[in-house]
């Protein structure tokens, strides 16, 4: 029976590769699902399989890479939409619906002009 959860990864730093390690992980354990571009320290996967597919890709995220420092790792029970595939998207708009409390949080950006 395929489950559905959110997986979200906060990290101290920016963790270059990650996503990428995510999908080639999850592939390899027959996750399906996006990971989509959230920020440079967040990510939010939305992943679908049975319980020992989610349980074996959780274990492989928790460790980690070398290249990253994880701060914060905690997961959501999730609806199941049935992807096909695991796949990362570089839009924002994907993710909307992936926060846990259905609010995205606000990214606050202030340049010479405070724009």
Known sequence: MRQAIRILIHFKNEAPGFRYYAMRKGRECGIKGIIPLITRNTIVIHAEGTPASLDAYLDI???G??????????TFNAQVF????LEITNEQSAAADLYPSGRKPRILRLGIFGL
Not at 66 to 74: G, Q
Not at 82 to 85: A, P
Request: hydrophobic letters at 30%; one cysteine or more.
């Open 61 to 63: 995220l928790k460790t």
């Open 65 to 74: 890479t070398p290249f990253c420092n994880i701060e914060l790792f905690s």
């Open 82 to 85: 049935h992807y096909n595939t």
